[in-house]
T-cell receptor
Framework: QKEVEQDPGPLSVPEGAIVSLNCTYS??????FMWYRQYSRKGPELLMY????GNKEDGRFTAQVDKSSKYISLFIRDSQPSDSATYLC?????????FGTGTRLKVLA | KAGVTQTPRYLIKTRGQQVTLSCSPI?????VSWYQQTPGQGLQFLFE???????NKGNFPGRFSGRQFSNSRSEMNVSTLELGDSALYLC????????????FGPGTRLLVL
């Protein structure tokens, strides 16, 4: 079992839709989680980070952690074509970052 | 503040050759981590350098090596290239240790023919 699992998609949604991207993790010791966005042929850029449980909001983006079910989510409201990218969840493991494989999102105009 | 830079951006090599990739971290950052990204495996950790010392290493063969200089710039070397080494190689820098927030460069896309 991978330490962080993520549905690879692709996920296609119409412009303006609410998008839900999800990851599960296996180690209950993980407490710090990040979401990265990666456009085609670019490096990942940090989008949001959260610590422990609860929600964190930044503009159209909300990151949510549910420690009881080991589930992390990223919600995108009023999605735009410019949000089309691959989204990766990540957590600092014992000595290295652990990344999900990424979910490819396409927002259709 | 300038971001992480990587050179070259694209590289084509043939099997058996060797390659050296370069990474300049964000000014003031002392930790540099290297990753290999492929469609099937996602981001795989190669190694981390801090103060010119390799601090951690992933599960890659010895053909993959790296080093860090006193100005925190880092290089990664792959010897005896194989077709399966074709990938996007990313470096990420962080202030003190790799478990802090990492900032990625644009990557070097390597194609091995």
């Amino acid at each position: 079992q991978k330490e962080v699992e993520q549905d690879p998609g692709p996920l296609s949604v119409p412009e303006g839709a609410i998008v839900s991207l999800n990851c599960t993790y296996s180690n209950s010791a993980f407490q710090y989680f990040m979401w990265y966005r990666q456009y085609s042929r670019k490096g990942p850029e940090l989008l949001m980070y959260t610590y422990s449980s609860g929600n964190k909001e930044d503009g159209r983006f909300t990151a949510q952690v549910d420690k009881s079910s080991k589930y992390i989510s990223l919600f995108i409201r009023d999605s735009q074509p410019s949000d089309s990218a691959t989204y990766l969840c990540a957590t600092p493991g014992t000595y290295k970052y652990i990344f999900g494989t990424g979910t490819r999102l396409k927002v259709l105009a | 503040k300038a971001g992480v830079t990587q050179t070259p951006r694209y590289l084509i090599k043939t099997r058996g050759q060797q390659v050296t990739l370069s990474c300049s971290p964000i000014s003031g950052h002392r930790s540099v981590s290297w990753y290999q990204q492929t469609p099937g495996q996602g981001l795989q950790f190669l190694f981390e350098y801090f103060s010119e010392t390799q601090r951690n290493k992933g599960n890659f063969p010895g053909r993959f090596s790296g080093r860090q200089f006193s100005n925190s710039r880092s290089e990664m070397n792959v010897s005896t290239l194989e077709l399966g080494d074709s990938a996007l190689y990313l470096c990420a820098s962080s202030f003190l240790q790799s478990r802090e927030t990492q900032y990625f460069g644009p990557g070097t896309r390597l194609l091995v023919l």
